[in-house]
């Protein structure tokens, strides 16, 4: 009776596990097709994302000692490529690593022109990032038909006071300068060369417009969203342009960065908040969105997006923007 009992139970058992693994078995087959009835319209969802899909396509402009792509490694860290996930037309300019804003400011003009060429638009959306922001007022100064917005990020308006240190370190005519300007210009060629954009390097043309006093010439030719107070915004909209900035505030935001140390080093001479190279009162222009955990590495989501993690993503500041050109008819 005892090994009867123990049969049954047996047998209870075994169809019990087999009618569960029917049940898993129609379970999954249910889940299965659920899933592939529900992947198109995840794909239709995906294809719909266009809360980055501006009007006009948006060109990205690099600052100083700034490329496109280089060894598969964007200057514009992920950047890009988010951008058109969320549905804008993206460029990335390529203009000289150094030179003056004016020299690349026609070197992006060039560009701009060719980008409406090529996808028909009317403007476009510039971004600059350091020196790209001098060098996009530029091409909205001499061609505002041609600008819908102009958005910089981190760039010295008012000149970097690192850059006013190693103009009285470097005096004119002093054998240093010479040697410094030289070993600046072959770094910048070998950028250029690297990233396959063969242009004319001027190191010295890059300082004389990144200080103070050559800001302030550069200022009184093309003043459109300059801000009249030393830590104010300008004015929003000028000549039909649109324009916007933010800046970074934290010099070192990860220990792992080994650029932030760098960063840390130069940022002692602004003696107010700043991202390592620009102060943040410099960096206003027209709206001024507000500062960041980021510093002047960080603002474009390098070294490979090592960043402050508790900061905003630099990623999501771009998209963000172009959420608010989109709304703004841009």
Excluded at 11 to 23: D, I, P, Y
Excluded at 200 to 220: C, R, V
Excluded at 226 to 252: D, I, K
Excluded at 285 to 294: A, E, K, V
Aim: with cysteine; glycine share 10%; charged share 15%.
């Amino acid at each position: 009776m005892i090994r009867m009992k123990r049969n049954a139970a047996s047998r209870t058992e075994a169809t019990g596990s087999k009618q569960g693994g029917a049940a898993r078995r129609t379970a999954g087959a249910l889940l299965v097709c659920g899933m592939l009835a529900l992947a198109p319209l995840a794909q239709t969802a995906q294809a719909a994302n266009t809360s980055a899909q501006t009007a006009y396509p948006i060109v990205l402009v690099h600052g100083m000692l700034g490329f496109d792509t280089i060894a598969g490694i964007d200057y514009w860290y992920g950047i890009p490529g988010e951008l058109r996930a969320q549905g804008a037309k993206v460029f990335v300019a390529e203009v000289a690593a150094t030179n003056s804003s004016e020299v690349r400011g026609e070197q992006l003009l060039k560009q701009v022109k060719d980008v409406l060429a090529l996808t028909g638009a009317s403007k476009v959306n510039l971004i600059g990032h350091s020196h790209g922001g001098p060098t996009a007022r530029y091409v909205s100064g001499v061609a505002p038909q041609l600008v819908a917005s102009v958005t910089t990020v981190g760039s010295p308006h008012r000149g970097s006071k690192v850059a006013d240190v190693l103009g009285n370190t470097l005096p004119d005519g002093s054998i240093s300068r010479a040697v410094v300007v030289s070993v600046v210009n072959a770094f910048s060629s070998l950028i250029s060369i690297l990233s396959g954009n063969n242009t004319p390097q001027n190191g010295l043309g890059a300082l004389d417009s990144l200080n103070t006093a050559g800001s302030a010439k550069f200022n009184a030719k093309f003043p459109d969203g300059v801000p009249t107070s030393a830590c104010g915004n300008g004015t929003e909209l000028v000549n039909g342009v649109r324009y916007f900035s933010w800046s970074g505030t934290q010099p070192l935001t990860n220990v792992f960065d080994a650029s932030d140390y760098a960063l840390s080093l130069t940022s002692v001479v602004h003696g107010e908040p700043n991202d390592g190279l620009a102060s943040a009162c410099s960096s206003h222009l027209g709206t001024y969105l507000g500062s960041y955990r980021q510093n002047h590495l960080d603002e474009v989501n390098q070294m490979l997006g090592l960043r402050d993690l508790f900061s905003v993503s630099p990623v999501t500041l771009y998209v963000n923007q172009a959420a608010r050109l989109k709304q703004l008819g841009l």
